[in-house]
């Protein structure tokens, strides 16, 4: 057994697909399906179920590929430590992060990274949640931005910032007089939501406590699939809505018809954090790009409870 061989049954495993398996690894597909046989007869189990229309992982499989995703991590890690011994914030860094987030803080951190860590290679993935989890855990990202808590004993999940929430309402609304808008005005007003699957939308309900009314009105049911869909039909005077601090440095505030609203709410905010799996070994990357976040937030971010992530918190 290699980790040519660990490779080849990750592959499998993810693409279920013997000849898109063998194109991922760069192979042909008799050399794949041979090596893997050959594999099974050696270990005496049978990895794989296959059939004509599919294949699917076996229980032992599943549990072999767990710890194929370990040897190989472990593997890019020696990797790692014979550049990080000429450069210990060298090598790519795979980071995740919600769409909610991602569009409005990496145009703040990417230059002041390059110019600090220049041999830091960041690739960058935005998707949501759940998808972003499911991705930590096969291996597939380093660490992932969320807004979310997580509670998984295999995740580490540090603080960076706490990002108060804005209302975003139409510049012909009741709320444009109102000095100060309360959780009451909120519940007298149509708030429109991103759809099912962004955190901002549980959020958003959680804070107006709009799980414990009914939602009425003909715009009731609709539903946005990102935050400047959402934008453009407030300036259009669809409804209201909230938006996270960092939002505000998008080109929807001039000129769109949406007025920004701070709320006077203690609850109106969201914690972010990057999480990464407890074994993830390159501490020290991790510590330089969350402190290059940190050291480049805005003024409209509440900064004064973020918490600057250390290597005890990394370990």
Known sequence: MNLRDLKYIIAVAETHHFGQAASRCFVSQPTLSGQIKKLEQTLGVTIFERTNRSVEITPIGEAILH????????AD?????????QDPLAGP???GAIPTLSPYLMPLILMPLRRKHPQLKLILSEEMTDTLLHRLHNHEIDAALLATSVDDHDLQSVPLFTEPFWLAHPRQHWFYNREEI???DLDRT??????????????AMK???????????EMADLRASSLETLLQLVGAGFGSTLVPALALRGSWTTDSGVVARKLDIPEAH???????????????????FSQIIIDNLPNTVDRSKSKPVKPDNLA
Do not use: N, W
Request: charged share 25%; hydrophobic share 40%; proline share 1%.
């Open 67 to 74: 710890h194929a995703y370990q040897a190989i991590e472990q």
């Open 77 to 85: 890690a020696i990797e790692q430590l014979a550049l990080a011994h």
């Open 93 to 95: 860094l795979r980071i």
């Open 182 to 184: 309360t959780l009451d």
């Open 190 to 203: 149509d708030m429109l939501l991103l759809s099912e699957g962004h955190c901002l939308a549980d959020q």
């Open 207 to 217: 804070i107006c406590k709009m799980s414990d009314r009914k939602r009425q009105g």
């Open 270 to 288: 969201r914690e972010v954090s990057i999480v990464y799996r407890k074994t993830f070994p390159r501490e020290m990357s991790l510590q330089a």
